[in-house]
């Protein structure tokens, strides 16, 4: 509970939903087992993914389709008109934006495809129409 919900005048409620999120914060250019930090980077992403997908899906949607979708959105992004949007168009932009690079010990996964090479884009906004 927060100090908000004890304070709250009567009648009034709060809802909320939450992803439960925790992300490797790498403290040198290379972390454990020497790889690369931006390999941890992708594999902490794909789990942010996983957990959207999964959010979105109790909620009743295509959570695949959803998050994909905010992926190819953000890899066609015009780079002119990063940092203009609203704070939350920056804020999924910087989430759904994946680091440049590929490793061999890092195998590219659909996410990476879909940023890549823009596959199925227009599929992905036929089934998920409502969302980011």
Not at 24 to 42: G, S
Request: hydrophobic share 35%.
């Amino acid at each position: 509970m927060t100090i908000g919900t004890y304070a709250k005048p009567p009648g009034m409620f709060t809802v909320g939903v939450t992803a439960g999120l925790a992300w490797e914060l790498p403290h040198r250019n290379t972390v454990l087992y020497r790889k690369p930090a931006e390999v941890y980077h992708r594999r902490s992403r794909r789990e942010l993914y996983r957990k959207v997908e999964l959010m979105l899906k109790t909620q009743g949607r295509d959570g695949k389709a959803c998050v994909l979708k905010a992926i190819c959105k953000a890899a066609k992004r015009d780079r002119e008109l990063v940092g203009k949007g609203t704070f939350l168009e920056e804020i999924l932009h910087a989430i759904f934006t994946l680091p440049d690079g590929f490793y061999e010990h890092d195998p590219m996964t659909e996410y990476e495809r879909t940023y890549w090479k823009n596959e199925n884009c227009e599929d992905f906004a036929a089934r998920c129409p409502d969302i980011f």
